[in-house]
């Protein structure tokens, strides 16, 4: 009878370690099923940020082409200040923001010399963030904006002008008093002293 009464005891004792052994890893695919639903969660948020991260990095690129000086080079440009682009096309100080999916996306863009300093380059860098509980999603996309369109001096009409020495007062005529230059009713100019050809 003692033979009997022990067997029954390792058989509960059996049992209990069972349950153990099936509680730990029912804890652990609980954890990684809620890991993986956060992740997906995540990610569900992230997609829209990516897109207005390049949208406004897109229209960075926009406005820099269109107005260099204007838009990413000059003051009142601050480096490393948030700044948006406008409707218009224009760079303006501060933050934007875009809601989403019930969530409220702030997105802005700063502009950062490249290093070495090179006046035609700069590194503009789109953050948007979002809220994630008590804290924040971020997206960050960065790229090198060259200017690669100086329009220092457009001659559009060969007729002469005076006033025309030095720092250049309209910018439409050409100054011919120096009598190097000479200029065709037929529209075209050559240095006097060499033939048409």
Same mark, same amino acid.
């Given at each position: 009878?003692?033979a009997?009464?022990?067997?029954?005891?390792?058989?509960?004792?059996?049992?209990?370690?069972? =349950?153990?052994? @099936? %509680?730990?890893?029912?804890? $652990?695919?609980?954890?990684?099923?809620?890991?993986? &639903? /956060?992740? *997906?969660?995540?990610?569900?948020?992230?997609?829209?940020?990516?897109?207005?991260?390049q949208?406004?990095?897109?229209?960075?690129?926009?406005?820099a082409?269109?107005?260099?000086?204007?838009?990413?080079?000059?003051?009142?440009?601050?480096?490393?200040?948030?700044?948006? =682009?406008?409707? @218009? %096309?224009?760079?303006?100080? $501060?933050?934007?923001?875009?809601?989403?999916?019930? &969530? /409220?996306? *702030?997105?802005?863009?700063?502009?950062?010399?490249?290093?070495?300093?090179?006046?035609?380059?700069?590194?503009?860098?789109?953050?948007?963030?979002?809220?994630?509980?008590?804290?924040?999603?971020?997206?960050?996309?960065?790229?090198?904006?060259?200017?690669?369109?100086?329009?220092?001096?457009?001659?559009?009409?060969?007729? $002469?002008g005076?006033?025309?020495?030095?720092?250049?007062?309209?910018? *439409?005529?050409?100054?011919?008093?120096?009598?190097?230059?000479?200029?065709?009713?037929?529209?075209?100019?050559?240095?006097?002293g060499?033939?048409a050809?």
């Amino acid at each position: 009878m003692d033979a009997l009464n022990s067997k029954s005891g390792q058989s509960l004792i059996e049992l209990l370690i069972a =349950i153990g052994i @099936a %509680g730990i890893f029912i804890s $652990g695919a609980t954890l990684s099923v809620d890991v993986a &639903l /956060r992740s *997906t969660t995540q990610n569900k948020q992230a997609q829209p940020a990516s897109q207005l991260a390049q949208e406004l990095l897109d229209a960075v690129v926009v406005a820099a082409r269109a107005n260099w000086q204007g838009n990413i080079a000059n003051p009142p440009i601050v480096l490393g200040a948030p700044y948006v =682009i406008t409707a @218009a %096309g224009a760079s303006a100080a $501060g933050t934007e923001f875009k809601d989403l999916n019930g &969530l /409220r996306y *702030t997105r802005s863009f700063a502009v950062a010399d490249v290093s070495p300093v090179d006046s035609s380059k700069k590194s503009i860098t789109v953050t948007v963030t979002w809220p994630v509980g008590a804290s924040l999603g971020t997206v960050t996309l960065a790229r090198i904006v060259t200017r690669n369109q100086n329009a220092v001096f457009r001659q559009t009409d060969w007729s $002469g002008g005076s006033g025309q020495f030095g720092v250049f007062n309209d910018a *439409t005529k050409f100054d011919t008093q120096s009598g190097e230059i000479k200029i065709t009713d037929g529209g075209s100019i050559y240095l006097n002293g060499f033939s048409a050809p």
